[in-house]
């Protein structure tokens, strides 16, 4: 293996119940053939308080992950996200 694509999505709120709401919505982002080879899920409370739940994402194929960041269901996802509000991603 010559690279390796490593992204962490996350969300983030003060409530630990909607922080766990935004990555059940997530999920299936990762669906599909240029999904990653590797999803970890992970959480935690940070320094201010905030409940924090992140998605750690591996692709052993940087091309693949290119082709899922640029799909109509990711681009889609991601500008359908709120601006602003209890849950932040």
């Given at each position: 293996m010559?690279?390796?694509?490593?992204?962490q999505y996350a969300c983030q709120s003060m409530s630990a119940e909607q922080a766990a709401h935004g990555p059940a919505a997530l999920a299936a982002?990762?669906?599909g053939?240029?999904?990653p080879d590797v999803l970890d899920r992970?959480?935690?409370?940070?320094t201010a308080g905030a409940h924090n739940v992140?998605?750690?994402?591996?692709?052993f194929?940087?091309?693949g992950h290119d082709r899922w960041q640029r799909s109509g269901l990711v681009r889609t996802a991601w500008a359908?996200?709120?601006a602003e509000g209890p849950v932040g991603h």
């Open positions: 010559e690279s390796i694509v490593f992204a982002w990762f669906a053939p240029d999904g992970g959480s935690f409370v940070d992140v998605w750690l994402a591996y692709w194929d940087p091309q359908q996200l709120p």
